[in-house]
């Protein structure tokens, strides 16, 4: 089965690569020659990610290129104290506080600094990240959903992962996303979740 993955986010790609079981060949945007800009016009990570997969599966209607599927995912980060913040606007949260591009890296770092400026003197620090994957085949359109709860730290720990991984403690372990091991992440995160929720889905599609 080739399926592909709405993203050309090289960490990303790397995780879901290494969740999908053998036999899904994941591609990347780029691998299929898609260089447009999608804009994430959505108020809700549902939105999003149906918006994703739906203008790559425009894309590919028409062209040679056997694939089986598109499937395009949105994370947010839904922070207890702060009502569900930032939510949708996970990814570009500093970004919209000080209307700056920055690399991605950057963007990172200030997505994370934000995150504990916020809840400097918050005591309830209780958080959920949680993705919703839109996988749309011949014939038939599905989202499916992936969640861990945790808790935010008040310092960055770790160098691993990337986004908000240094300061999210997943439930059931004393280390965040950062130290964790990719092998143990890979199998609790909300991504991992969704991904085996999506694999469950393709048994039904198939």
Wanted: one cysteine or more; a negative charge.
């Amino acid at each position: 089965m080739r399926l592909v993955f709405a993203s050309n986010n090289a960490h990303k790609l790397a995780e879901v690569r290494e969740i999908m079981p053998a036999g899904i060949e994941v591609l990347s945007l780029r691998e299929i020659g898609f260089e447009q800009d999608i804009e994430e016009t959505g108020t809700t990570l549902e939105a999003n990610s149906l918006i994703k997969a739906q203008a790559v599966a425009e894309f590919v209607k028409n062209r040679p290129l056997h694939i089986d599927g598109i499937f395009a995912d949105d994370t947010g980060l839904e922070i207890d104290a702060l009502d569900g913040e930032p939510g949708v606007y996970t990814a570009r949260w500093a970004e919209r506080e000080t209307g700056m591009h920055l690399p991605e890296m950057e963007t990172y770092a200030a997505n994370r600094q934000k995150a504990l400026r916020e809840l400097a003197d918050k005591t309830n620090r209780g958080c959920q990240f949680r993705t919703v994957i839109t996988l749309i085949t011949p014939g038939k359109t599905i989202q499916v959903e992936g969640v861990v709860r945790g808790e935010m730290t008040k310092e960055e720990h770790g160098q691993g992962g990337f986004g908000y991984d240094p300061i999210f403690v997943p439930e059931g372990y004393d280390k965040t996303f950062g130290e964790l091991p990719a092998e143990i992440k890979n199998n609790i995160s909300h991504r991992a979740r969704a991904l085996q929720a999506l694999v469950e889905q393709l048994g039904h599609v198939a």
